[in-house]
């Protein structure tokens, strides 16, 4: 029964070092319009999350000089503005590192004038 016990006692200590080293990435959701070759999209085709300490975002088609910006929700504070070119699905990553507690606004821009938006909150 000790054995049983200990070897319980290191599984759940292995988990939960594990679970603090590897964070799971929290999907960040964006709203508003895309357009793509004359037409709206009917689908968004981006995906971002938060891991850790980071941001990453990737479009699904090439678009290119896009502006991404970072703002505080509660004061409106532009963190970082970025114009970018996504091609071929390479992902694009923020270090947020250095960001207080809080919840955070990206916005995506597009060349054409629509926008999309997501938030992420920083616990």
Do not use: H
Not at 21 to 42: C, H, L, Q, V, W
Not at 111 to 118: E, I, M, V
């Amino acid at each position: 029964m000790k054995n049983v016990l200990m070897t319980c006692f290191f599984m759940l200590l292995s988990v939960s070092a594990w679970a603090q080293i590897y964070e799971i990435p929290k999907d960040i959701d964006f709203k508003g319009t895309f357009e793509m070759d004359d037409a709206r999209s009917a689908f968004l085709p981006v995906e971002a999350y938060l891991q850790g300490t980071q941001v990453t975002i990737t479009f699904y088609v090439d678009l290119s000089d896009a502006t991404v910006t970072v703002a505080s929700e509660e004061n409106n504070q532009e963190m970082e503005e970025r114009t970018i070119s996504f091609i071929d699905s390479t992902p694009e990553v923020f270090n947020i590192s250095g960001y207080s507690k809080g919840t955070y606004i990206i916005t995506i821009t597009t060349p054409r004038g629509t926008y999309l938006s997501g938030t992420f909150k920083i616990e």
